[in-house]
Nanobody
Framework: QVQLVESGGGLVQAGGSLRLSCAAS????????LGWFRQAPGKEREFVAA????????YYADSVKDRFTISRDNTKNMVYLQLNSLKPEDTAVYYC??????????????????WGQGTLVTVSS
C-alpha cells in the first residue's frame, strides 16, 4: 500500500519556525520526486516546494523562497520541509506529494500520483 504520512504541523507565532516531515512507504522512493503543497481555507491548493530524486535540485514558490527549505533522506524514505520566518498567510494544511515527473514542472501541475493526508500549520499574528 502506497502511503505518505505527514507530521510536524502545529500552532506557531509569526516569525517562528516549524519542521514538517513526511514518511513514505509502499513505493520505490528513489524513483519519485517529492514535494509539498498547501491549501489555505477558502483557497485552492498551491505548490510550495519540490525536490528531485537525488535531492540536489529544489524548486520553490516565490511566496516561500528564502524562508522554506525542502530536503529528502533517501536512506529513510523521508522528505522534510523547514519553515522559517513564518507569516500568518502561511496558515494552511500542508500536503506531501510524490510523483515520477520532474520536480521542475510541479508548479504547473495539480494531479500528482500520491498524496498524504495533510498536516495543519497555523501561524498567529
Amino acid at each position: 500500500q502506497v502511503q505518505l504520512v505527514e507530521s510536524g504541523g502545529g500552532l506557531v507565532q509569526a516569525g517562528g519556525s516549524l519542521r514538517l516531515s513526511c514518511a513514505a512507504s509502499g513505493l520505490t522512493f528513489s524513483r519519485y520526486r517529492l514535494g509539498w503543497f498547501r491549501q489555505a481555507p477558502g483557497k485552492e491548493r498551491e505548490f510550495v516546494a519540490a525536490t528531485s530524486v537525488s535531492g540536489s535540485n529544489t524548486y520553490y514558490a516565490d511566496s516561500v523562497k528564502d524562508r522554506f527549505t525542502i530536503s529528502r533522506d533517501n536512506t529513510k524514505n523521508m522528505v522534510y520541509l523547514q519553515l522559517n520566518s513564518l507569516k500568518p498567510e502561511d496558515t494552511a494544511v500542508y500536503y506531501c506529494a510524490a510523483d515520477p515527473r520532474v520536480a521542475s514542472i510541479w508548479n504547473r501541475i495539480r494531479s500528482l500520483e500520491v498524496w498524504g493526508q495533510g498536516t495543519l500549520v497555523t501561524v498567529s499574528s
